[in-house]
């Protein structure tokens, strides 16, 4: 009868350690991966809050000069230097707009363009976003 119990085969402690450090080391690897992947889709969800941001703004001075640029049409003597509107707050972060105001003077249609750029910083990251366009008055 003990040749029965000399036939039952199983794992030692040692294969067992060995097995679990192994996996372990797997699993850790992974969950580096899955923390760096999360860090970096936070990162460019604040990017394109930044993006968006700074056409948003873009479009409604597009809609509106007289509401952020004053006086408005401006003089040479008050173009902007680079407007900053109050710092405002949105998914629990605060963001500050920049709005600047050059002219140029299209001497064939005889009308100027005032060129608008828009800057949106985000205080609590270094992201940082500028876009440009044009506003034709007479």
Do not use: C
């Not at 040749?3 to 969950?31: C, D, H, P, Q």
């Not at 860090?39 to 509106?64: G, M, Q």
């Not at 007289?66 to 230097?81: D, G, H, L, R, Y």
């Not at 710092?87 to 005889?110: C, G, L, P, R």
């Amino acid at each position: 009868m003990w040749y029965l119990t000399k036939n039952e085969r199983g794992f030692t402690l040692v294969e067992v350690l060995a097995s679990l450090v192994i996996l372990s080391i797997v699993l850790m690897s992974f969950m580096a991966v899955f923390a760096n992947t999360n860090r970096l889709a936070v990162s460019n969800s604040e990017k394109l809050v930044v993006i968006n941001l700074a056409d948003a703004y873009l479009e409604r001075v597009k809609a509106n000069p007289s509401e952020f640029i004053s006086p408005f049409p401006p003089t040479k003597v008050n173009e902007s230097k680079g407007k900053a509107l109050n710092s405002f707050e949105m998914n629990n972060k605060k963001y500050k707009v920049t709005i600047k105001v050059t002219q140029t003077a299209d001497e064939y249609n005889k009308f100027t363009l005032l060129n608008i750029v828009v800057t949106v910083n985000s205080e609590s990251s270094k992201h940082k976003s500028s876009v440009e366009g044009y506003i034709p008055y007479e």
